[in-house]
């Protein structure tokens, strides 16, 4: 079993995940925030378990479901909460919303709402990192959604055939939208299109965030090494729907119910008291996210919004007028 230390780690990593998205959904139902919301409450220890091995200058990149990618690799949360609001203050200066943060400080290459776009642009970080001869890695998180994207094999393709420092992490969370996977792909486990490439694969409990962070570890080991890409699939469960709102009648209650009791941050504190570890420190750490996430809230939603023109900044348009 793992250390305190560790366990407290990546407890904290989780619960701010938690409460930040939370957060974010009560925020939207009470008609403070516009535009799509999409939670990946329930997968916080796919989040938390990569990260925890990363340095701040590897690479990451997410999809429309990633506020738990950006907040474990170090994203100010203010920010982010900036960005959801509209807010001047945000990431993107107000202009994107939640599905598009970016922090190339600590090496966050972006959130994407296209499915699938991830996967070559945490490739070409990839690609810098061994042309300029580092110890960087990059690791892209998609979904299951992702995996019929031609994009997604072009980038297995080249990874391998290139032997990058990439790590690709699947969220298998069973649906896309709205479409069971074993709707939309005939191979069960996401890890099988691993194989061709020669690329190292597992399939994971993705709701075990020691078991992440140890497979993690060994891929990421490997890759800085020069050894180069894996493939993490990390089976787990999305307990909203695919954005706030969603009706979900694509599921039952009672499945829902069955992973709900599979929480990561239960299975984390089971295991540490199981191993004799003092848990009430994880309590203490729920009530330090909470205010922490409390206290950005409250900046964000005092912060100026986007001004119009600022709609027009970054948009290009070339010598003629066109
Ligand atoms: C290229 C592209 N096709 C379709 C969509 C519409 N779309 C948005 S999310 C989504 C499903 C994504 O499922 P998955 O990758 O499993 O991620 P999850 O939502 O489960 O986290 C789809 C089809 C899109 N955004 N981009």
């Known amino acids: 079993m793992a250390d305190l230390e560790l366990v407290e780690r990546l407890y904290r990593t989780m ?5 930040f998205e939370t957060a974010a959904g009560r925020l ?9 919301l999409h939670l990946s409450i329930g997968q916080e220890a796919v989040a938390a378990g990569v990260c925890d091995v990363l340095g701040r200058q590897d690479h990451i990149t997410t999809t429309h479901r990633g ?4 907040v474990a690799k170090g994203a100010r949360v203010e920010a982010m ?3 959801i609001f509209g807010s001047a203050e945000g990431y993107c200066g107000g202009r994107s919303g939640s599905m598009h943060v970016a922090d190339p400080d600590v090496g966050i290459l972006g959130a994407n709402a296209i499915v699938g776009a991830c996967v070559p642009i945490a490739l070409g970080g ?5 042309m300029l001869g580092g110890r ?3 690791v892209a998180f998609f979904g299951e959604g992702a995996v019929a994207e031609g994009v997604v094999h072009e980038s297995l393709n080249l990874a391998a055939l290139w032997q990058l420092p990439m790590i690709f992490v699947c969220e298998n969370n069973g649906y896309a939208e709205m479409t ?4 939309h792909l005939r191979a069960t486990n996401v890890a099988d299109y691993a194989a061709p490439h020669r690329i190292p694969a597992e399939t994971l409990d993705g709701n ?4 992440v962070r140890a497979a993690a570890e060994k891929a990421v080991a490997r890759a800085r090494e020069g050894g180069g890409p894996a493939l993490l699939e990390c089976r787990t469960y999305r307990w909203h729907g695919h954005f706030e709102g969603d009706a979900q009648r694509y599921r039952d209650k009672s499945e829902v119910e069955a992973w709900r009791e599979r929480d990561p941050l239960t299975v984390l504190a089971a295991r540490a008291e199981e191993s004799g570890l003092p848990t009430d420190s994880l309590k203490v750490i729920d009530e330090e996210c909470a205010d922490k996430i409390a206290l950005a809230v409250e900046w964000a939603r005092d912060q100026l919004p986007a001004r119009a023109e600022a709609l027009t900044a970054h948009v290009y348009r070339d010598r003629t007028g066109a």
């Open 15 to 19: 619960s701010l995940i938690r409460r």
């Open 28 to 36: 939207l139902a009470d008609g403070e925030l516009a535009g799509f």
């Open 180 to 183: 069971p996977v074993g709707v």
């Open 67 to 70: 506020h738990g990618h950006c």
């Open 208 to 211: 075990d965030v020691l078991a």
């Open 136 to 138: 960087k890695v990059s």
């Open 126 to 130: 990839a690609l810098s990192a061994s």
């Open 81 to 83: 909460f900036a960005e």
